[in-house]
């Protein structure tokens, strides 16, 4: 039964891993960035009414 066990430890090793690759990529912006007026940001904000305009790439 250790089949459907390692999933879950699985998949939580993948998202600690992927936390850490985001924390580190946010962490190395910063220090790029510094001093910098505008804080550096590790998603994609959201398209706003103003943004109709415009093509969106996915």
């Known amino acids: 039964m ?3 066990r390692s999933k879950p430890e699985n998949d939580k090793d993948a998202k600690d891993a992927e936390k ?3 924390e580190e990529a946010l962490e ?3 220090k790029e ?3 910098g007026s505008d804080s550096v ?3 994609q ?3 706003s009414k ?3 305009h415009t093509e ?3």
């Open 45 to 47: 904000p959201a398209p």
């Open 41 to 43: 940001s590790v998603t």
């Open 50 to 52: 103003a943004d109709d």
């Open 28 to 30: 190395e912006g910063l």
């Open 33 to 35: 960035t510094f001093p």
């Open 2 to 4: 250790t089949g459907p």
């Open 56 to 58: 969106h790439r996915d």
């Open 20 to 22: 850490r690759r985001l």
